[in-house]
């Protein structure tokens, strides 16, 4: 769960989810320091500077303007901060090597994967992700791990497709989840919407990676299985609606939804009208 923690003049809020972390800060320290940035890591930055003074490995400090929405993939490389003359905000996200390299072993690339080091640049795929997974680590996971897992394999996805020096075309092959095995899944959801489900959890019934699974789902089903999963809760929650006298608050988690307030705004995102109201009008 997020842990906020207050520093001079920065707010630093830190989510951790299976195989990635997230951190989004605002620092408002101005002037000349020395602030290092974490290896293997990306980040996103969200305000734009005129001028920022950065170093390399311990070269040469270079002074140049940081846009809106820049993205710097770190590698292996020590990438320093120097300066900067107004408050910085920015997202951190630390995927564990272990994932991209699973999704690589599975796809007959050889391992282990090293992301390239580039840094201030416009990459809207990597920018739109870390938006998203800001959000979540901000509202304290409010969406859900499945919701969370899911961002974080599209963008392992994405860096091995883009920015692992991989030079034959990378396409996830299908995996063998037939129509048997498919409606084994389903079941499986329906008998456990209370529970925490996740990615793994279910490619392991197949069992396929957690890649392939949910791209195969997609692919069968016509959606991903976080949305599935959520259209199905928002589905039984309608049931007890209509058929029980239970509060929405204890409807909500009984179809697993970690807290009343998400299921009236998916409710509402979804169906147009409050839980409340949807009973209202049976």
């Known amino acids: 769960m997020p842990q906020p923690e207050q520093q001079?003049?920065?707010?630093?809020?830190?989510a951790e989810w299976s195989d990635l972390i997230v951190e989004y800060g605002r620092l408002g320290e101005t002037g000349d320091f020395d602030f290092a940035m974490p290896k293997h890591g990306?980040?996103?930055?969200f305000a734009p500077h005129d001028r920022v003074t950065w170093s390399v490995d311990g070269g040469k400090p270079q002074t140049t303007p940081l846009p809106a929405g820049s993205v710097f993939l770190y590698s292996s490389r020590e990438f320093v901060w120097h300066r900067r003359k107004k408050e910085s905000e920015y997202v951190n996200l630390l995927l564990k090597?272990?994932?991209?390299?699973?999704l690589a072993d599975d796809n007959g690339i050889s391992t282990p994967i090293e992301l390239e080091h580039r840094v201030i640049f416009p990459e809207p795929t990597i920018l739109h992700l870390a938006q998203l997974l800001k959000s979540e680590a901000v509202n304290g996971g409010l969406a859900g791990n499945l919701y969370v897992e899911?961002?974080?394999n599209l963008l392992a996805i994405h860096l091995l497709r883009n920015y692992c020096g991989i030079r034959e075309n990378f396409s996830p092959e299908l995996g063998a989840l037939d129509t048997f095995k498919l409606k084994e899944?389903?079941?499986?959801?329906?008998?456990?919407?209370?529970?925490?489900l996740t990615i793994a959890?279910?490619?392991?019934?197949?069992?396929?990676?957690?890649f392939h699974f949910a791209r195969t789902f997609k692919i069968l089903v016509g959606e991903p299985p976080h949305r599935y999963i959520l259209q199905r809760r928002i589905e039984q929650a309608k049931v007890l609606l209509k058929v029980?006298?239970?509060?929405?608050?204890e409807i909500a988690y009984q179809v697993?939804?970690?807290?009343?307030?998400?299921?009236?705004?998916?409710?509402?995102?979804?169906?147009?009208?409050?839980?409340?109201?949807?009973r209202h009008r049976i």
């Not at 959890?201 to 957690?210: G, H, I, R």
């Not at 029980?244 to 608050?249: G, M, N």
């Not at 697993?256 to 949807?278: D, E, M």
């Open 42 to 45: 990306i980040s996103v930055a």
């Open 256 to 278: 697993g939804f970690s807290t009343p307030s998400h299921f009236t705004a998916q409710f509402r995102k979804l169906l147009g009208v409050t839980p409340k109201q949807f």
């Open 150 to 152: 899911s961002l974080r």
């Open 244 to 249: 029980t006298r239970l509060s929405a608050a």
């Open 185 to 196: 899944i389903k079941d499986y959801i329906e008998e456990n919407l209370a529970k925490t």
């Open 201 to 210: 959890e279910l490619a392991a019934l197949v069992p396929m990676s957690e």
């Open 97 to 102: 090597p272990e994932l991209i390299n699973q």
């Open 8 to 14: 001079a003049k920065a707010t630093i809020i830190k």
